[in-house]
T-cell receptor, first 115, second 112 residues
């Protein structure tokens, strides 16, 4: 596994503002992903964070709303832009450590509340 | 659309009993299957992975996979109150990206 640190762990934001979530891993990992978990729901993949290139977004998620950076193999950021109350959610960074299995490990999550 | 279905529960079992959690998936080419445990307010924690048909045991946990029926289950023996959590089934359909699709989870309550 890996130690995955996310910050902030929680925040309360005003409508229309943007917030950047950071994800730091204690070792180099092959793949990093960003998930969203809305209240009472399961996890939905937002995008795959690609090292050194643009992220790959899932259907329903766009770069203008969720810009992602991954400058190296241990760090990524997710920005939630122009927030609305519907963006209130837990945002989770996850990593794939082994190139031989599909196991994903998750950070502690960032709980955002948009007023 | 690839789907992973789970009974949302809640599933309530007495302490010491066997808890059985079930999951079905729609993508027949799925290759890897995972069970995550999520305590309230916490992030998902990987507890089991299974890749081939049959049973895989790890302590009190047994994962069962039947690819022909597109069915994966998790058995928890000697259930403890500390097992009370939401259990998420996740499926990977292969390819180089290894994205996981998650079910909505089953809430398990183990009563002392």
């Amino acid at each position: 596994s890996a130690v995955i640190s996310q910050k902030p762990s929680r925040d309360i934001c005003q409508r229309g503002t943007s917030l950047t979530i950071q994800c730091q891993v204690d070792s180099q990992v092959t793949m990093m992903f960003w998930y969203r978990q809305q209240p009472g729901q399961s996890l939905t993949l937002i995008a795959t964070a690609n090292q050194g290139s643009e992220a790959t977004y899932e259907s329903g998620f766009v770069i203008d709303k969720f810009p992602i950076s991954r400058p190296n193999l241990t760090f990524s950021t997710l920005t939630v832009s122009n927030m609305s109350p519907e963006d209130s959610s837990i945002y989770l960074c996850s990593v794939r450590v082994s190139p031989f299995t599909g196991e994903l490990f998750f950070g502690e999550g960032s709980r955002l509340t948009v007023l | 659309q690839k789907e992973v279905e789970q009974n949302s529960g809640p599933l309530s079992v007495p302490e010491g009993a066997i808890a059985s959690l079930n999951c079905t998936y729609s993508d027949r080419v799925s290759q890897s299957f995972f069970w995550y445990r999520q305590y309230s307010g916490k992030s998902p924690e990987l507890i089991m992975s299974i890749y081939s048909n049959g049973d895989k045991e790890d302590g009190r946990f047994t994962a069962q996979l039947n690819k022909a029926s597109q069915y994966v289950s998790l058995l928890i023996r000697d259930s403890q109150p500390s097992d009370s959590a939401t259990y998420l089934c996740a499926v990977n359909s292969g390819g180089s990206n290894y994205k996981l699709t998650f079910g909505k989870g089953t809430l398990l309550t183990v009563n002392p």
